[in-house]
């Protein structure tokens, strides 16, 4: 089993739709959670933190269930610029340390 | 400021032969992380720096690869007696531990290409 697992995709969804993805984690140990975007031959850059207590930044919406060690992004009223992939990230220490990706979730967004 | 800079943007070379890969990080930077993502997939974690020294060395996929940092700066990624499996993008990122986030900042990665 993969220390994190995410959705493989490819998600296909029109303009203005709301699309969620979904990563779950192995390791009770983990402590930093993070959604990065990567963009087609591109290098991935950070979208959010993911917090206990849930966070929000414009559409994107993002949940932390450390109980059932799961992880997810909301995503409303998608945008044709949101087409990418979306990479889930585990860190076990808060200050620095390994850091393990997911394979990624591809999102296409449709006029 | 500058970003994450990595040479070679791209390096083709022939089975058997040695590579080096540099990374620049942002400065300031004590953090350091090495990771490689075949076409496709996903990024696997090779190696991390927190200053000079790698207290997580778990991710060298053989002791072909290996890695050093001088100066709390630029790393190198050295590949040893190259095979066409280690043909994948070397993608290097930087970090300041100690920062609300633990952001790591990318750069554009070296691609790799073994004949």
């Known amino acids: 089993r993969k220390e994190v697992e995410q959705d493989p995709g490819p998600f296909n969804v029109p303009e203005g739709a709301t699309v969620a993805f979904n990563c779950t984690y192995s390791?009770?140990?983990?402590?930093?959670f993070f959604w990065y975007r990567q963009d087609c031959r591109k290098e991935p850059k950070l979208l959010m933190s993911?917090?206990?207590s849930g966070n929000e930044d414009g559409r994107f919406t993002a949940q932390l269930n450390r109980a059932s060690q799961y992880i997810s992004l909301l995503i409303r009223d998608s945008k044709l610029s949101d087409s990418a992939t979306y990479l889930c990230?585990?860190?076990?220490?808060?200050?620095?340390?390994?850091?393990?990706f997911g394979d990624g979730t591809t999102l296409t967004v449709k006029p | 400021g500058a970003g994450v800079s990595q040479s070679p943007s791209n390096k083709v070379t022939e089975k058997g032969k040695d590579v080096e890969l540099r990374c620049d990080p942002i400065?300031?930077?004590?953090?350091l992380y090495w990771y490689r993502q075949s076409l496709g997939q996903g990024l696997e974690f090779l190696i991390y720096?927190?200053?000079?020294?790698?207290?997580?060395k778990s991710g060298l996929p053989s002791d072909r690869f290996s890695a050093e940092r001088t100066g709390g700066s630029v790393s190198t990624l050295t590949i040893q007696r190259t095979q066409q499996e280690d043909s994948a993008v070397y993608l290097c990122?930087?970090?300041?531990?100690?920062?609300?986030?633990?952001?790591?900042?990318f750069g554009p990665g070296t691609r790799l290409t073994v004949l």
């Open positions: 990122a930087s970090s300041l531990p100690g920062a609300s986030n633990n952001e790591q900042f």
């Open positions: 390791n009770s140990a983990s402590q930093s």
């Open positions: 993911v917090y206990s």
């Open positions: 990230v585990v860190t076990f220490n808060t200050n620095a340390g390994k850091s393990t």
């Open positions: 400065s300031g930077h004590t953090a």
């Open positions: 720096f927190q200053g000079n020294s790698a207290p997580d």
